[in-house]
């Protein structure tokens, strides 16, 4: 376990390495929010208007939650390991005594980490700045429900990518393709864009059983208490079953891919 | 256990994407790809004992890279038996990879933005090596490299050589028992290169290191190797002391001759091939079953000063082999 806290430590170092970068990274979120924040901003110009059941408060408050669920869900580092694969800098990780999936899990819960603390700063100033109408959950049950469904989101998350990741091994080439495809998932089949239940229900039911919802979506309804208690356990167990079945996956689909791994260049 | 290193009947088969010229190539082998099957090691067998230093050579795409990365854990073989310290590499057994280490001269496992000694801390954890353990490695080591004044720089500003030294000290920081080495000396300056050398010699005889180590340096054979493995196209072509290499590659011997007087040349390449005249010595180069007679003929036929007959020199048959000019006997 050690291993992984020091490593941990200098993942914070290396994120710093280039505080400039990092500091227009958060910058790019930033603008992001504000883009995101205006554009419904109005679209419901009319606070009386009420599109696919969202009002203008409720649009807002979804969007504001987007931006804090965002940076602890979906920072992650390990977008990298398509590109180890194929320019073959696999080889050292497997040289060593170490699990290559809880070192890039231990990266990606690092960036999280750096990213919430700058996220935490930054939607204080926003909030300050924009007002919107932002609902405070107080009910304990829903709150610990919340913070689950976001574990359960940062693990699958990372699953997920560790699992478009290692297509590499097949196509050295096309090594950004796969994870570029994930990206678009999140964003379109996971609430990142729009919150999914503006559309409609046989296509939300589709969308329900893929893992995507229940990493931005999921997490943002149960904190808004829009779930029932029935419906917080269903999307709970579902994430928790996608989970076991990635994990699975990515385990199986690695023990193939390290066969035909060629350590080219490397 | 009297070998450390085992290995039997070893083959590895690639499959390589093959792609024409420019865009029309690459548009076509999008379409359609091409895959060649190339044979990297055709059963290659092989054992070393514990504490021996191994010279591995052969002309580039032999299979010598290939072998290392087997034998180090990374690739899995198509075929064959290979057994290190008791250990079947790829199976990657935490225990094993805790007693080896693969460094290779264009692979780099220190973090780039970071001062190398953060790599080392990191390795410790990795490698759950004791403190105090350490502390005597890492000392040690960074004397003899003598990088104490660059341990906080960080990596992207040291020299490559100094980035060498560097890899060299996080590689084998948990004491590895067997050390496989891929071109350690390039793109090192002469003295850098000397004292890598120098390095890899002690490390061997301090620890009693087993060592394997691939090199296009002469120098690196020559000076440190006492056992050569010769390797082309996927197979072993000689196994044995570097100084049999000659007698078993050498097709010729060198004769030199000191001539008291002018002689006709044309005369003179009817012996032999002419190496080189630089008057009044001649070098003539002569078929080995020959030698003998061709002595006699000069001795009879020109007026002579004085005669030696030598083996070509190491370096020629190196040479050689690099140029994958030999082939199995």
Redesign the interface.
Known sequence: M??Y???FK?SF??EL??PINFVMWRIRNVIQIFLIFFLWDTVFSDPNKIAFGYDKAKILTYVFGLVVVRPIVLSAKSFEIAGEISRGEL??Y?????SYFKFWFTRDIASKVLNILFAFFEITVLYLILRPPFFFQIQPIYLLAFVMSLVFAIVLYSLLIFLFSMFTFWNLEQAWGFAFLLLLFTDFLGGGIIPLDVLSAPIQKVINVLPFPYLLFMPLQIYLGKLSFAQTGVSLVTSGVWILILFIVVNLVWKKG??T???E?? | MDRSIIVERLTKN?EVNQKGKGLTGTISSLIQPKRRLVNALKGISFSIKPGELVGFIGPNGAGKTTTL?IL?????PTAGFVNVLGYTPWE?K??Y??K???I?G????L?W??PAQ?TF????????IPAREYQRTISELIKILDVEDLLAT?VRKLSLGQRMKMELVAALLHNPKVVFLDEPTIGLDLIAQQKMRDFIVDYNRKFEATIILTSHNMDDLVNIAKRVIVIDSGEIIFDGNLSDLVNHFAKEKIIKVSLSKEVDFQKLESIGEIKEINLPFVTISVPRPATASAAAVLLQSFLVDDLTIEETPIEDIIRQVFKGGLKKK
């Open positions: 050690k291993k806290l020091t490593l200098l170092q290396q390495a280039y080889s050292n497997l040289l060593k005594p170490l390290i066969k791994y060629k350590a260049g490397k | 690639f990365k180090s854990g990374i690739l899995y990657r935490h225990d990879l805790k080896i280490s693969l290779m264009q692979k780099n496992q973090w933005d970071l953060e801390e990191l390795n410790k954890a990795i490698y759950e960080p």
